[in-house]
């Protein structure tokens, strides 16, 4: 492809997404829920062709951009009161989907386990994009947006991480031990390489004195994290993440002038809106329905499976955990919170990657790549055109602060 063509699609990808931002002002269609449909709906009626959409372009374009601003702007404080809870959501809860999602698909299909893991370790990883934004639009309180947010950043890191030693037992099998110590390994070893990056950019952002240097300094540290773990087979999104929560925490957006934080704000803020739009209309344009309609009884195996698993996790680990550790067994988490992050799982961006880095040769490639893509447009239509009536019928909207993590106690 040219790259005259390559620019043309560009600006009309933009093109395109400004005017879904336009009608999605006057509905309640969340905005990246919106791109997805017209995505679709374009590639039905003016496909492009000699278009590839690859997971090498998701992950290494849109995915260290934008999980770099959301973790910048990720309160450390905010986080703090809520770790455990994000913990547990981000790490066991990421197993817990995945092995759940691969029980239901065998028994509801008969595909084989270890190829029904793979595809439960694709869906594990929520990217609730969509919900955040209906929290920011409704003024939710602030810790339940950091909880919903920072679970989908790192449980992002974490979800590829377990993918890739799910598509490696296929052909190899992985000992237990192994794949825990392969796991736990690659989040601490990704999330040191983001933290000592991220002060290195702040201390770097301190001695330049333009701020126009400062913002480029901020781009290096979230692409540049982003491709120095991945070259070195560690998650390069728990790396980007961590270095994006410590320049906006540790000296970025506190000591900087003002002058800069303003210009770090709009930069990102505009970014953010850019690759939001097109990864989400190329999204709609990956899906087809000839992939969906060959894998229907994946689709709804894998969608009972991830509502299971949600269930589990929200209501029984986050849930239960805390009214057994809450003093005077009153649970710290009321159960509006609890039914807003159940109906946050909205999968997404991740999911998409993953399933494009199938090998063309595993065995059920094409089942499981269409189980995917309907899993997350079901997710997408369901969960996120509904998130703003679960937030406001929940309660959270009451002048209530969520009081200290439910599982610190």
Known sequence: MGSEVVVGLFVALVAIAVGVALVTQRLSIPFSVALVIAGFVLSLTQPIHNTRVTTDLILAVFIPGLVFEAAYHIDLADLRRSFVSVAVLAVPGVVITAAIVAQVVTLMTGLDHSLAF???????????????????????PRALGTVVE???????????????????AVSAPVSP????????????????????????????????????????????????????????????????????????????RFTLPVATTEALDTVWET??????????LLIGFVITPAQLSVAVPVVAAGFVGITVARAAVVYGLIGAGSRLLARGGRSAVSSGYLHVMFWAGLRGAIAIALVLSL??????????????????????LLQGTTAGWMVRHAGVLEPAVLTPDPLRE
């Open 177 to 252: 031990v192994d794949g825990v110590v392969r796991f736990l390994g690659a989040l601490v070893i990704s999330a040191v390489l983001g933290a000592v990056a991220g002060l290195v950019a702040v201390r770097v952002m301190h001695m330049a004195r333009d701020h126009t240097v400062q913002v480029m300094v901020s781009l290096v540290a979230a692409y540049g994290t982003y491709l120095a773990a991945d070259a070195v087979h560690e998650s390069g999104i728990i790396a980007s993440v961590l270095a994006g929560i410590v320049i906006g925490n540790a000296g970025g």
């Open 359 to 380: 090998p063309s040769d595993l065995p059920g490639h094409d089942l499981i790549a269409g189980g995917v893509y309907g899993i997350v447009l079901v997710t997408l």
């Open 271 to 280: 970014l953010a809106f850019l690759l939001t739009a097109v990864l989400f």
């Open 118 to 140: 793979v595809l439960g370790a694709i869906v594990c990883a929520t990217d609730p994009v969509a919900t955040v934004a209906v929290f920011k639009q409704l003024r939710a």
């Open 150 to 168: 920072a679970e989908s950043l790192l449980n992002d890191g974490t979800g590829v991480v377990l993918f890739t030693i799910a598509l490696t």
